[in-house]
């Protein structure tokens, strides 16, 4: 009864706290995101592009993969594909399990990073400043368009700007690494990151190069490597970090005294060993199963011996008496030993990543000119247009001026040599990550939307210091209405009038748009997701049904279109596991080899689009070209059996074969 009396009172002294108030806001608002989300997905039919329908085809082989779990299948998983991390689409997978297949119920699993984000800003605003400034920017992330909108998109930028915010986060709960529990923990957050996407290490490495070097973790290694007598290591001092003075060390009153981080040399070989033999043991379990595939690895058997010493010295750091230098040590070889699941085996993707971020020109033939403006400018224009709309983006202005002139009111030395740590934090996770897309040949605005969340701490922290009570209150609930106006005028189609009013035209004739607006500010279904664009699902369903009246048990559909609506990449995402019977050939990128138009012949329905032939490689488009130049030979041996128009004006063409040759192989 004394304990249940304990804990009666712990849980009326939290719910009489502020805690309990700032945890049922912090629900009630993921609980408004995640509800509109699911009516914006119930809405939306139309799947468009083709990252989107690679990463929900990703989804469903990571489904397939570990309906009956076992190494290989899970090692499958966690190394496939090449060029993207697993991790943000394994809770899909995990989703299908509890809620069924369907898109939807995909794009849905974006509901556990979402509550990371925004209990992570919480948790990042509380330790820096206080539960005001904590609950007011998780508000403000939540309802920046790009975030709102890419929360309902397989796009893995969403992901990656969750693991960030829970990074800085927990880089707070480590304590300048006093805290052996957040450092631990700190560790598993990077290789959580890690797994997401490769940019994360631009967003979080120079804060967590920071705290390494402020925090004096550099010099307390150095002493522990130089020192060797037993007992001469001081223990760590006690007390907090300026990075959150609110925070307490809950770790350092519990840290052992006179104990070293390394064993006395005379012992140190029996615990290695025993470390280096564990680490052995693990990685042939873990690669041994999947040994045939080993050669298709850049690195090949190299990829064994790495991460044997990976896990080797994982094991031997952690292993160590919690102090400053080990803590830190076991961060970083914890995340660096998780991520590298995946890293050491796709090692090749750093040159494709090079190539197309810094390599002259990129994929799509974009360059970078120091001499041109819009270098400079291109994401800041973005953060206005798309990322945070005019008015957010004010109010981010304003605070960090707003902050500066406080800084040097209260020293006139200079603001930089006057910031604090927290201060530092926040700036470096913005500034870093800006500077390296500036200066790369990428130009969309979710490849650096991890950094939004430091605006939006920045933005409640300038807002917050404000004196005047009237002034502040007044700021922050015409950021909040006008944060939910954006929100419903951005996620309902029938808002239309709304949106028209949000364009200002200025006396010089200079459009203003209040709302964002860009290439992921989508409405369910309007604009680019209008559901009349949406026909192969329409055409894939013919098909069949034509299959089975024939009684054909297997028929060929041959693609020679590419565009954001058709294109392999959307049929083979519809087909996965529903068409049975109907093999995909793919024309339009040359995956088959050249000639085509002969091979066109051995197709039992042709799939093809009026206009737009620009991304039709060359051997493809002369293969239409041939088509469409009234071939006798084709147009004997093909009828046209069906037209899909689409809104645009475009139209998708359905050919079916009128006989079958005795020899499919055959050219006419």
Known sequence: MDKLDRWYAQLRVFFRSRDAFALLALILLLAFHLGNNWVYLSTRVTLWGWDQPSHLLTTLRYHDALQEPSIRSIFDVLTRPWNRPPLPWLPAAFFYRLFGVSTDVALMANAVFLAALIFSVYGIGKRMYGHGEGIFAAFLVSVYPIIFSLSRTAYPDFALTALVALNVYLLLLADSFRSRRGSLLLGLGLGLGLLAKWQFIAFIGAPLAYVIVASGS???????????????????????SDLHPTARSEDSAALPTGRRILIDPRRLTRPLWFHALSSLILNLAWYLPSWDRMSRFVLGGWVLFLSWLLVTVTLFVVSRPPRQASNMLSALSIGGTLGSVWTLPNIGYLHRFAIVAYGGANLRGRSLSFLDPTTYTRYLQLMVS???????????????????????????????????????????????????????LTGSSRFNMAFLPSVALITARGLQRLRRSALRWALISLLVLWGLVEFFALSYDGLGWLRERAVLTTPLKFRINLLAQGQYIELPASGRTDPGYYVVPQILDQVMMDRLEDGREKVQLCLLANNPYVNSLIVRYEMYNRYPGIEL????????????????????????MSGWRELLGEAAYEAVAVLESSSSVFHEAFELWEEYPVPNGEVAYVYKKRYHLQDEGSTP
Do not use: H
């Open 386 to 440: 798309e990322q945070l709309s005019p008015l957010y983006f004010c109010a981010f202005l304003f605070s960090v001026l707003f902050l500066a002139y406080l800084t040097l009111r209260s020293s006139p030395s200079g603001v930089l040599r006057n910031l604090d740590s927290r201060a530092w934090m926040l700036l470096l996770w913005l500034a870093v990550p800006l500077l390296v897309f500036t200066f790369s």
């Open 218 to 240: 550099i010099s307390d290694l150095r002493k522990a490597l130089l020192e060797a007598s037993p007992g001469s290591f001081r223990p760590l001092r006690s007390g907090s």
């Open 585 to 608: 050939r793919r024309f339009e990128e040359g995956v088959e080899e050249p000639p085509f138009y002969p091979k066109l012949f051995e197709c039992d329905y042709l799939l093809l």
